[in-house]
């Protein structure tokens, strides 16, 4: 259980990228679910288990899919990514 949020950040020449986290509230510590992205607009299924998102990649508007699962310790663990539309 928790909640999905962005945080941009400047790298690699000034670039600004945004990413997704979940915060889980078991353990109370946020988790990056996407690295150097610029994901956002994120939202969760109601099972929790899949997120879906916008990504800017190369000029184009992507839809993506991100399957969480659960793991023994109460982390959430990337389990796939797939694209799901390009506008």
Avoid: H, M
Avoid at 23 to 46: G, H, I
Avoid at 59 to 72: H, I
């Amino acid at each position: 259980k928790g909640f999905i949020f962005g945080k941009s950040d400047n790298k690699k020449y000034s670039y600004t990228y945004s990413d997704l986290y979940i915060f889980n509230l078991p353990n109370k510590k946020a988790e990056r679910l996407t690295t150097e992205e610029r994901a956002y607009d994120a939202t969760v299924s109601f099972d929790g288990t899949q997120v879906v998102y916008v990504k800017n990649q190369s000029g184009k508007t992507e839809l993506w899919l991100l399957t969480l699962e659960l793991t023994t310790d109460n982390k959430n663990k990337v389990k796939n990514k797939s694209l799901c539309n390009t506008f």
